[in-house]
Antibody
Framework: QVQLQESGPGLVKPSETLSLTCTVSGGSISNYFWTWNRQSPGKGLEWIGYVHHSGSTNYNPSLKSRVSISLDTSKSQFSLKLSSVTAADTAVYYCARDRDHYDSSSGLYYYYGMDVWGQGTTVTVSS | DTVLTQSPATLSLSPGERATLSCRASQLVSTYLAWYQQKPGQAPRLLIY???NRATGIPARFSGSGSGTDFTLTIGSLEPEDFAVYYC?????????FGQGTKLEIK
């Protein structure tokens, strides 16, 4: 079955760029939204953004000026970059697979949820 | 942003009892709502999608209902493994958001 695995540094200095990669194994990149979420004690779960298999992206406005998500289909990976980090960016970062479907014949839209998650990686911002 | 308010914050019940968890949205989200279960040290696990559909492998004791702004997750008869934190999440209005969670604890 499909598995996701996050990788990247666990410690980032303030003002630097956080970079994480999620590797997709056991399934196709196509027809999904590939998302990054994070969880911190102070803010709970937060949706960071996604990259669609087509390459389109969408980011949380609260992070939009600092975040970038990209997809490398040849490696079955997608990546997160978050610039100018502060202590407030300390969190567990999760990658996940998300899916929806628009049925053009009925005009109905369906949301299938984030059904596969990575195990999460803890990132601490500290000097 | 669409705020999802979950209640109660903590629910104390015994195995075998029925659990009812609420999620209220600050604006309409149609049925584009999902529920997740999270245990300590683990990633969230999808339980319910599109407000009322059980995800693959989820036991029938889990059910979801609601549309618009009011949603409910019901666990019919609690098993020991059901004690965890539960989150709702909406995917109708950007940015997509999660509720703050309901902790289901053993009484």
């Amino acid at each position: 079955q499909v598995q996701l695995q996050e990788s990247g540094p666990g410690l980032v200095k303030p003002s630097e760029t956080l970079s994480l990669t999620c590797t997709v194994s056991g399934g196709s990149i196509s027809n999904y939204f590939w998302t990054w979420n994070r969880q911190s004690p102070g803010k709970g779960l937060e949706w960071i953004g996604y990259v669609h298999h087509s390459g389109s992206t969408n980011y949380n406005p609260s992070l939009k000026s600092r975040v970038s998500i990209s997809l490398d289909t040849s490696k079955s990976q997608f990546s997160l970059k978050l610039s100018s980090v502060t202590a407030a960016d300390t969190a567990v970062y999760y990658c996940a697979r998300d899916r929806d479907h628009y049925d053009s014949s009925s005009g109905l839209y369906y949301y299938y949820g984030m059904d596969v998650w990575g195990q999460g990686t803890t990132v601490t911002v500290s000097s | 942003d669409t705020v999802l308010t979950q209640s109660p914050a903590t629910l104390s019940l015994s195995p075998g009892e029925r659990a009812t968890l609420s999620c209220r949205a600050s604006q309409l989200v149609s049925t584009y709502l999902a529920w997740y279960q999270q245990k300590p040290g683990q990633a969230p696990r999808l339980l319910i999608y599109d407000a009322s559909n059980r995800a693959t492998g989820i036991p029938a004791r889990f059910s979801g209902s609601g549309s618009g702004t009011d949603f409910t997750l019901t666990i019919g008869s609690l098993e020991p493994e059901d004690f965890a934190v539960y989150y709702c999440q909406q995917r109708d209005n950007w940015p997509y958001t999660f509720g703050q969670g309901t902790k289901l604890e053993i009484k």
